[in-house]
Nanobody, 123 residues
């Protein structure tokens, strides 16, 4: 079992930045690929970014490529999502997820989920 707790969400103006954190506990963190997903009101959950267990491979949704950066610190059992140049369309609840298999863009490939953190970008 893996427990995930997100933090760092909030309200920011368009063009601003936020850094989300996801603290993991329960199992060997480096054994898990990690991902970030988001869900806006009335929309389906969508892939944002993912990172392999060792941190050497990353993948991004086209909508955030060049603006967001995913990273992880396995010594701290924490992954991060640095979000720059935020846009109002980035407004959503952001979820951290852990996948005991390979890095994936598919939400149903992930085994464990955090409770989510709200990110609101004002125009």
């Amino acid at each position: 079992q893996v427990q995930l707790v997100e933090s760092g969400g909030g309200l920011v103006q368009a063009g601003g930045s936020l850094r989300l954190s996801c603290a993991a506990s329960g199992r060997t963190f480096s054994n898990y690929a990690m991902g970030w997903f988001r869900q806006a009101p009335g929309k389906e959950r969508e892939f944002v970014a993912a990172i392999s267990g060792g941190g050497g491979t990353t993948n991004y949704a086209d909508s955030v490529k060049g603006r967001f950066a995913i990273s992880r610190d396995n010594a701290k059992n924490t992954q991060y999502l640095q979000m720059n140049s935020l846009k109002p369309e980035d407004t959503a609840v952001y979820y951290c997820a852990a996948n005991k298999a390979l890095l994936s863009r598919l939400w149903n490939a992930y085994d464990y989920w955090g409770q989510g953190t709200q990110v609101t970008v004002s125009s």
